[in-house]
């Protein structure tokens, strides 16, 4: 993991400690802005350099440490959401957000002596509806200006006034634009199913899949499912949505059939039960379940290496 970058002055610099207390703060924002964890550490990198490079008296200039830093990395975040839209569109397959593990699990990657780093404790992501797989995957369907209007307001509570300044345009402008983003989450929503039973379903889901049941699978789900996979060209994954519960059902009988030696596990997957695939001693799949009715209506399967970095061995062992 990244981490602020440290200031050039002496130790005298003042409120160092509320400044560097913000950086969890800022990934929190950044993650649920950018939907990837190593992107919101990059725009958190660059807003600690950019307070950084500021001499002592503008530093000591600004009334509020927190709220510049806040504004500075959204600010950030606006530009990169921006140009991230062109990256998606040129990204080979389905682009999905970065999976998160559960809390307890996070780890960074092996130390020298074989075990696992635990990250740092202002890397976490606070795991909440607002980073749940389908609330990301509707965020990404929004425009920069829509999705940090927002974040910003419905998520972070800052009010309208604050939230124009940063995103450089009125009041009434981003009250709309909060208004818009709302109504696509409402639409995209489906009825709630509580937690015990989305991971008994995800539980019957692994089970089936173990034993290769194509009809429980079929049965497990929804007949208009859609499962989703990203492996951004590095590792093979379906490039298009595969669509229906039989269709859904041959595929997955068919790729556990190719992988050999290939163990389940269950793991939250953004706050929500979701499965974690090993091979070989490596994660190579974290897929994350909507669940609609009792049945699984859409799955989110990462295989992107490059999206799985904290889920190391001891992570999903």
């Given at each position: 993991?990244?981490?602020?970058?440290?200031?050039?002055?002496?130790?005298?610099?003042?409120?160092?400690?509320?400044?560097?207390?913000?950086?969890?703060?800022?990934?929190?924002?950044?993650?649920?802005?950018?939907?990837?964890?190593?992107?919101?550490?990059?725009?958190?990198?660059?807003?600690?350099?950019?307070?950084?490079?500021?001499?002592?008296?503008?530093?000591?200039?600004?009334?509020?440490?927190?709220?510049?830093?806040?504004?500075?990395?959204?600010?950030?975040?606006?530009?990169?959401?921006?140009?991230?839209?062109?990256?998606?569109?040129?990204?080979?397959?389905?682009?999905?957000?970065?999976?998160?593990?559960?809390?307890?699990?996070?780890?960074?990657?092996?130390?020298?002596?074989?075990?696992?780093?635990?990250?740092?404790?202002?890397?976490?992501?606070?795991?909440?509806?607002?980073?749940?797989?389908?609330?990301?995957?509707?965020?990404?369907?929004?425009?920069?200006?829509?999705?940090?209007?927002?974040?910003?307001?419905?998520?972070?509570?800052?009010?309208?006034?604050?939230?124009?300044?940063?995103?450089?345009?009125?009041?009434?402008?981003?009250?709309?634009?909060?208004?818009?983003?709302?109504?696509?989450?409402?639409?995209?929503?489906?009825?709630?199913?509580?937690?015990?039973?989305?991971?008994?379903?995800?539980?019957?889901?692994?089970?089936?899949?173990?034993?290769?049941?194509?009809?429980?699978?079929?049965?497990?789900?929804?007949?208009?499912?859609?499962?989703?996979?990203?492996?951004?060209?590095?590792?093979?994954?379906?490039?298009?949505?595969?669509?229906?519960?039989?269709?859904?059902?041959?595929?997955?009988?068919?790729?556990?059939?190719?992988?050999?030696?290939?163990?389940?596990?269950?793991?939250?997957?953004?706050?929500?039960?979701g499965l974690v695939a090993r091979h070989a001693g490596t994660t190579v799949t974290v897929a994350a379940f909507g669940i609609t009715g009792g049945r699984v209506s859409r799955i989110w399967a990462i295989r992107n290496p490059d999206k799985l970095r904290p889920?190391?061995?001891?992570?999903?062992?």
């Open positions: 993991m990244s981490t602020p970058l440290q200031p050039a002055h002496d130790e005298a610099e003042p409120e160092l400690s509320a400044v560097i207390g913000e950086r969890r703060h800022l990934i929190n924002l950044a993650y649920r802005l950018l939907g990837s964890l190593a992107e919101a550490e990059d725009a958190v990198q660059e807003t600690y350099a950019r307070w950084y490079a500021m001499s002592r008296p503008q530093q000591e200039a600004i009334e509020s440490p927190g709220a510049w830093l806040t504004t500075v990395a959204s600010r950030i975040c606006l530009d990169l959401l921006g140009s991230a839209r062109v990256r998606h569109e040129r990204y080979v397959g389905s682009w999905i957000p970065e999976p998160l593990p559960d809390r307890s699990e996070w780890t960074v990657g092996p130390t020298a002596d074989g075990g696992a780093e635990s990250a740092d404790p202002a890397d976490r992501v606070t795991l909440d509806e607002s980073v749940t797989m389908a609330f990301l995957v509707v965020l990404e369907s929004m425009t920069p200006a829509e999705r940090v209007a927002f974040v910003l307001h419905d998520v972070f509570r800052f009010p309208f006034p604050e939230v124009a300044e940063i995103v450089g345009r009125t009041p009434a402008a981003c009250r709309q634009l909060a208004y818009s983003a709302r109504r696509r989450i409402r639409d995209a929503q489906n009825p709630a199913v509580p937690a015990a039973g989305q991971a008994g379903v995800v539980r019957h889901f692994k089970e089936a899949w173990e034993a290769r049941d194509i009809k429980a699978l079929v049965g497990l789900l929804d007949p208009g499912a859609t499962m989703i996979a990203d492996g951004g060209g590095l590792v093979g994954a379906v490039l298009r949505p595969v669509e229906g519960s039989e269709r859904i059902a041959q595929y997955l009988i068919q790729m556990a059939g190719r992988t050999p030696g290939l163990t389940l596990l269950e793991r939250k997957v953004n706050g929500r039960p889920w190391t061995e001891r992570g999903s062992s």
